[in-house]
């Protein structure tokens, strides 16, 4: 069994074949899929999937793209909405500075301000970081992100990062450019990351791997990145998958099998 550990049905372009895509998300023998927020709308969207689909869990919070649109008011709607017993952490939070769609110091004042409500209601955090390596880590320590631990997801970071991560208690999750050819250190990673902390993911609809490249990606197209790891690292997709489906849950551990 395979888990996407993180992807957003909750986004518009699943809107008319929902249903479909869970289909053939459990044919390919995805068992469960964590949805992520990105903003608060899609945030209480992805609760209220998670409480009608058994096999769908919650993260609640607002990606750094929309960290303008923070506000006290925000922070307050997602504590309520945490103690759902369907939401498993506080995300997707952190820095973007390759689109920088808002600006840097209101990025870090929303990534603080997630790792806080994160160790308030005692949740891990899901961590976006693009272009931002330095940055991201910086504020992880000075917000005590370890005390919670969680994700860094899509991780795009050096194996050197990585392992500070790894000292930090975080999950390293990788999504489909570790099936692009030219992707060597996302495949370096793979390789690296210890067996017990690496999870995978789609971040549908976006980055389908290979051979979906192009097209709108789903929770089933998890199988393509579980079958590149499992080859880069010389095991069969069957232990892969059981070991990561084994540290999502215990990574999101309000997560039951
Ligand atoms: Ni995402």
Redesign the pocket.
Same mark, same amino acid.
């Given at each position: 069994m395979l888990i996407d550990s993180?992807?957003?049905l909750n986004d518009p372009q699943f809107e008319i074949d929902q249903k479909e895509v869970l289909e053939r998300a459990k044919a390919m023998g995805v068992g469960q899929i964590v949805c992520?927020g990105?903003d608060l709308a899609s945030s209480l969207e992805a609760e209220a999937l998670a409480r009608q689909h058994p096999n769908i869990y919650a993260v609640i919070g607002v @990606?750094p793209h929309d960290a303008r649109l923070v506000k006290e008011q925000t922070y307050r709607i997602l504590k309520r909405t945490a103690q759902s017993p369907r939401v498993v952490a506080i995300g997707?939070t952190g820095l973007d500075y390759f689109r920088n769609l808002s600006p840097r110091d209101l990025q870090l004042q929303a990534f603080r301000g997630h790792i806080r409500l994160a160790r308030e209601v005692g949740l891990p955090i899901v961590i976006?970081d693009r272009d931002a390596h330095a940055e991201v880590l910086r504020i992880m320590r000075e917000e005590k992100a370890a005390e919670v631990g969680g994700v860094i @997801?899509?991780f795009s970071g050096s194996w050197e990062m990585a392992q500070e991560c790894l000292a930090m208690g975080f999950y390293i999750s990788l999504a489909g450019p570790v099936t692009y050819h030219n992707a060597r250190r996302p495949q370096e990673i793979a390789t690296r990351v210890p067996l017990d902390r690496l999870l995978l993911e789609t971040?549908a609809p976006?980055l389908s791997p290979e051979p979906r490249r192009g097209r709108r990606n789903e929770p089933g197209n998890v199988r393509y990145v579980a079958e590149k790891i499992a080859d880069l690292r010389g095991i069969t997709v069957e232990e892969l998958g059981s070991a990561t489906t084994a540290n999502a849950r215990r990574v999101f551990s309000r997560m039951q099998s």
């Open positions: 993180h992807c957003h992520v990105y @990606h997707e976006h @997801h899509c971040d976006y």
